[in-house]
């Protein structure tokens, strides 16, 4: 069974920081692109950043330089590590990733996890 399984949020303080980690598992040829994707009360999901497999990052403007993204490929796993977290960072965090299989490519979504910034 292929899918994304999402660990690290929880409850913080503003100002402090979390890490969160996404692995794919499964029958997958290939891991592409990945993301990081948020989802507050009442709004819509928004994309936070992402990774291309070949490492190229890009983000939200309300995160940059706060956040980074990154991957460990031979892991098939994407993290999210999130410094100076602010209330308005709460939300559901979902993990995407374009993963090759033997009959094509498909987005996968991962089962969210709760992040709270407490102010």
């Known amino acids: 069974q292929v899918q994304l399984v999402e660990s690290g949020g929880g409850l913080v303080q503003a100002g402090g920081s979390l890490r969160l980690s996404c692995a794919a598992s499964?029958?997958?040829?290939?891991?592409?692109?990945m993301g990081w994707y948020r989802q507050a009360p009442g709004k819509q999901r928004e994309l936070v950043a992402g990774i291309t497999g070949g490492g190229i990052t890009n983000y939200a403007d309300s995160v940059k330089g706060r956040f980074i993204v990154s991957r460990d490929n031979a892991k098939n796993t994407v993290y999210l590590q999130m410094n100076s977290l602010q209330p308005e960072d709460t939300g559901v965090y979902y993990c995407s990733a374009k993963l090759l299989l033997m009959s094509g490519e498909y987005n996968y979504w991962g089962q969210g996890t709760q992040v709270t910034v407490s102010s």
């Open positions: 499964g029958s997958i040829l290939a891991v592409n692109a």
